[in-house]
């Protein structure tokens, strides 16, 4: 059966030939289209990892601080107890500029042994934890007996943990960044820093020392639930007061967290939008090329009909040539898609372009069904007295 | 004979409704998508308000200082000292606007918050872009240079801050803790002119980073203008001359790169160009190969079709050819009738795309942004129209055209 079908096929391979392009390329769309798609999903399942929703941060630029540095600190010292004086503020802490669903980043290299990855540098202080209660898996955060510049302890984040020692244990051991040799103390559950559709990524954090606090332009406020309006205007004057000479702004992190998504969100819909519209004109194009290669096969039909084949075997059969050459088209197709897991392009999980594929071939398959039920069935009802009259 | 083909197309088109529809969709979408594309391009890179003198600019977007041996470098826009002193020994440009690009700062009214996005700027700035001035004036080099806290603010923060009736012009408005006295209210830009793009507009006399520091690096950038456009080579060489001779403000750094480049060189060289090329061939080609790979489905989609739609009036072209009609005749006949079905999808399209931008200009997706189509856009599509017709009806002619007269009386 399935030969008979092959040779059908090959007889008219020049008429088909064109109709397999459009499958094979219409496959590789809905495979670029799909393997977005799954990579979203897949991020978008995995939990944040830290409580934003009442913490704001406070960016401030051009700053007149202290030259030296350890009026710096007691100059930090003075901005902190203000902040925390202010009512309805339950706790502050300076960190680098690279908050959570910001534009800035800041990586270096880190070495364990012969595995060397890139990955992010956070600055944080004793509470930053506590702060966004971001839970550590093992070891401690950072206390007093940290000492910037002296004990050179770094808490690392849980994927760090496992591209740099998989499943041994990381606590008390040395990582080297650059020549800079670092003390792993714990390691910490994964932040999704980048919105809900993107990855986690691999990360440590440095305790902020003096010389960070001297370049310091962030500060995270938490503020305590069931404040009014008027807060974030009174909140704003007292830093004006306090940061002298500063262009101060302040930003909601479930803002910057909307705001980060909508960036992830344009291109998927962009590529939704543009491949759902393709797919509708291949479809209509399928379905009018199988429609008119019916009729033109009236007579072939009206034959086979009179010598005792039933309507259903006849919309089998041209639902089953519309498949066999679906078939070639995927497999041509999956040649080209597999190629991305194997040689590794664009740096995503081997698991997102297999569902992708699956879901591709699928997809294809399920497009020309539909599109070869209708002129099918429609080959079923000839009458063979009518067909072979005409002829 | 052009008008045979035409009745004949119309009569074809008339024939098989359905066929008709699904060629039409096609094209019609195809074009819309890259109308509105081109729409939204066009409105990125062409010249508009404010900036109307592209012609006649360059834009220095950022500095960069390399270790030549070590391969670190530092990049960032440039500070106000290299545009006053190493810019300003430059004989070929007329003028030199310089500003900050816009940063957000706060202000609350009556509890709102109200996000000011702020820009530093020298008195030139608004000679070399034209502002439509709504009320007032723009500041003038004297009241630069004696650091007067004025403020010109657009449409949009005028009427947030003070409400759409009152007149803004001589009343304070308070960012950061300072008032500034409104002196003239401008147009509102769009966001995606963000080089021009700001709420409201401060002397940079009045930033509070130091603007006199003796460094390369900084937070501004510039637009330089020549006399006439015939001049802007010679400009770009007389700055490329000094930017060679520029010496680094650190020790471990020994080379400057800085461009003064056209607008849309300016960006493609950041993405795709490098110190030695502007990126603007690697920008064009992406964007070719891009334009193909998505017009190949419809393309493919729309041969099938033209096939089918060929081979069922395959008596017609037997009849034809055995009367003497030649390949030649065939195969143009066809390309025209399938360029008036493209260009019946083009106008299909022109009108979808109008309708597509009036919902997007009223959603403000983007703040500001009015895309619309022009006649550069529209002549764009028309090549569009013409190239895809052509792609898609020369195989199926070419196919036609070889049809023996035998099978095809036959069929």
Redesign the interface.
């Given at each position: 059966m399935l030969s008979h079908l092959f040779k059908l096929i090959w007889n008219k391979k020049k008429q088909n030939f064109l109709l397999l392009m459009e499958m094979f390329v219409s496959f590789l769309v809905m495979f670029a289209v799909f393997t977005l798609l799954v990579y979203y999903y897949k991020n978008f399942k995995v939990p944040h990892g830290f409580q934003y929703e009442n913490v704001w941060a406070v960016n401030y630029n051009d700053a007149v601080k202290p030259d030296r540095l350890d009026s710096v600190a007691l100059y930090m010292q003075t901005v902190r107890q203000t902040l925390l004086g202010v009512d309805g503020v339950q706790d502050i802490t300076f960190t680098s500029a690279n908050i959570p669903f910001s534009f800035t980043q800041n990586n270096n290299f880190v070495s364990y042994n012969k595995n060397k990855v890139l990955a992010n540098v956070y600055e944080a202080e004793d509470n930053y934890a506590s702060l966004f209660n971001l839970s550590v898996i093992s070891g401690r955060w950072f206390d007093k007996t940290d000492i910037a510049g002296q004990t050179n302890t770094i808490v690392i984040n849980n994927r760090l943990k496992e591209s740099l020692f998989g499943n041994d244990e990381a606590i008390g051991k040395t990582i080297l960044a650059g020549d800079e040799k670092l003390r792993v103390i714990g390691v910490s559950n994964d932040m999704k820093i980048d919105g809900d559709y993107q990855p986690t990524e691999n990360g440590f954090f440095r305790k902020l020392d003096t010389a960070g606090l001297k370049y310091n332009s962030t500060i995270l406020v938490k503020i305590r639930p069931g404040i009014d309006a008027s807060f974030e205007p009174k909140l704003f004057k007292v830093l004006n007061n306090v940061i002298r000479n500063a262009n101060i702004e302040i930003e909601h992190f479930t803002k910057k967290r909307e705001r980060k998504n909508t960036l992830s969100l344009v291109p998927m819909i962009l590529l939704s939008v543009v491949g759902g519209f393709l797919i509708i004109n291949v479809a209509l194009g399928l379905f009018g090329v199988l429609w008119y290669n019916i009729n033109k096969r009236r007579c072939e039909i009206g034959l086979r009909r009179a010598v005792g084949a039933s309507g259903s075997a006849i919309s089998w059969q041209l639902i089953g040539e519309a498949l066999v050459l679906s078939t070639l088209a995927i497999i041509l197709g999956s040649f080209f898609a597999v190629q991305f897991p194997l040689l590794n392009v664009f740096d995503l999980p081997a698991g997102v372009y297999l569902t992708a594929i699956a879901l591709a071939i699928a997809f294809i398959y399920g497009l020309v069904m539909i599109c070869a039920l209708y002129p099918g069935k429609q080959a079923a009802a000839i009458y063979p007295a009518v067909a072979l009259h005409e002829e | 004979m052009l008008r045979n083909y035409f009745k004949i197309a119309i009569a074809v088109l008339k024939r098989r409704k359905?066929?008709t529809?699904?060629s039409l969709?096609?094209i019609s979408?195809?074009l819309t998508?890259m109308m509105v594309v081109t729409a939204f391009i066009d409105d990125v890179f062409s010249s508009g308000y404010p900036d109307y003198n592209r012609d006649r600019t360059l834009y220095v977007n950022s500095i960069k200082q390399v270790n030549t041996k070590k391969g670190h470098s530092q990049m960032g826009p440039a500070s106000y000292h290299f545009f006053d002193y190493y810019v300003g020994q430059l004989k070929t440009p007329a003028m030199v606007a310089v500003s900050t690009n816009f940063?957000?700062?706060?202000t609350?009214v009556n509890?709102?918050?109200l996000?000011i996005n702020?820009k530093y700027t020298n008195a030139d700035y608004w000679n070399v872009l034209q502002y439509r001035f709504v009320e007032g004036k723009p500041y003038q080099k004297e009241q630069v240079d004696r650091g007067e806290k004025v403020a010109v603010i657009s449409t949009e923060t005028k009427d947030s801050y003070f409400g759409s009736n009152a007149p803004a012009v001589g009343k304070y408005i308070e960012t950061?803790?300072v008032c500034y006295r409104v002196i003239g209210v401008v147009d509102n830009v769009p966001v995606t002119r963000f080089m021009v793009y700001g709420d409201m507009y401060l002397p940079y006399t009045v930033?509070?980073?130091d603007y006199r520091a003796k460094t390369l690096m900084g937070s501004y950038t510039g637009i330089l203008m020549a006399k006439s456009a015939g001049d802007v080579e010679k400009m770009q060489e007389e700055f490329s001359a000094m930017a060679r001779r520029l010496p680094t403000d650190r020790k471990e750094l020994d080379k400057v790169i800085v461009n003064a480049d056209h607008y849309l060189a300016s960006f493609t060289r950041q993405v795709f160009g490098n110190a030695g090329s502007t990126g603007l061939a690697m920008f064009f080609t992406a964007v070719g190969l891009f334009t193909l790979l998505?017009m190949?489905?419809?393309t493919?989609?729309?041969?099938?079709?033209n096939?089918?739609r060929i081979?069922?009036r395959s008596s017609e072209i037997g009849v034809r050819k055995a009367f003497g009609a030649s390949s030649s005749t065939l195969v143009y006949q066809f390309i025209i009738e399938n360029i008036i079905l493209t260009i019946l999808g083009g106008i299909l399209g022109v009108i979808f795309s109008y309708i597509v931008l009036q919902i997007f200009n009223s959603s403000n997706l983007l703040a500001n942004v009015h895309l619309s189509i022009n006649l550069q856009v529209l002549l764009y599509s028309l090549i569009a129209c013409i190239v895809f017709g052509l792609l898609s009806g020369v195989y199926p002619a070419w196919?036609m055209s070889r049809l023996h007269v035998v099978t095809a009386l036959k069929a």
């Open positions: - | 359905f066929f529809f699904i969709f096609g979408f195809t998508i940063s957000p700062s706060n609350y509890n709102k918050k996000v702020l950061d803790n930033s509070k980073a998505f190949l489905l419809p493919l989609n729309l041969v099938n079709i096939i089918s081979m069922e196919r």
